[in-house]
């Protein structure tokens, strides 16, 4: 059962911010939001998490609406080797699995 | 410091076979887990290994087992093969600092059933 909801495609400039919303309107007082991506042929890599404040980290940033019922990663300045898969997921802490959905494709352009 | 390291790279099998796959978590980790991911589709979370015991376990039928050794390492076995097996398997680990939230995954094992 799909608990987060991603467009399935965006593209994105060279240098500019890309922004990846993530929809999560059934999500729990428990339930943490996490982005992965999987760049072409490489497993998925982490990149952030967060309970309901907005958090930053050496590769993105995470948006958490008040009502906790969406979020959106910002990548500041994207380059080409961001373009990806990415993967929004929401899980308790106790939850050792990650239930990826489909993702959304990331294709930055020069 | 070696990341997770899966082997082999890749290996075709045949209908009804058997085949083991081999992870190393990384360095400092003790607790591994095992996706399948199919083409053009999201990892699916097969299970977890924690003190050498299956912690959880997805949606996937018995003809697909594990084991964690001392070390650390993990095999996941797969019986009686089908075509729908196809897929690539990625193990993934974490460790006591990391907790269960970052998962460092390995480059996967790509396996072929004809």
């Known amino acids: 059962d799909a608990k987060t909801t991603q467009p399935t495609s965006m593209d994105c400039a060279e240098g500019r911010a890309a922004n990846l919303p993530c929809n999560h309107s059934t999500i729990s007082g428990n339930e943490y939001v996490y982005w992965y991506r999987q760049i072409h042929s490489q497993g998925p890599q982490y990149i952030i998490h967060g309970l309901k404040n907005n958090e930053t980290n050496e590769m993105a940033s995470l948006i958490i609406t008040e009502d906790r019922k969406s979020s959106t990663l910002i990548l500041p300045h994207a380059t080409l080797r961001d373009t990806a898969v990415y993967y929004c997921i929401v899980r308790t802490s106790n939850d050792y699995k990650l239930s990826f959905g489909a993702g959304t494709t990331v294709t930055v352009r020069a | 410091d070696a990341g997770v390291t899966q082997s082999p790279t890749h290996l075709i099998k045949t209908r009804g076979q058997q085949v083991t796959l081999r992870c190393s978590p990384k360095?400092?980790?003790?607790?591994v887990s095992w996706y399948q991911q199919a083409l053009g589709q999201g990892p699916q979370f097969i299970f977890q290994y924690y003190e050498e015991e299956e912690r959880q376990r997805g949606n996937f039928p018995d003809r697909f087992s594990g084991h964690q050794f001392p070390n650390y390492s993990s095999e996941l076995n797969v019986n009686a093969l089908l075509l729908g097996d196809s897929a690539l398997y990625l193990c993934a680990s974490s460790g006591p600092r990391t907790g269960t939230y970052e998962q460092y995954f390995g480059p996967g094992t790509r396996l072929t059933v004809t």
């Open positions: 360095s400092g980790h003790d607790t």
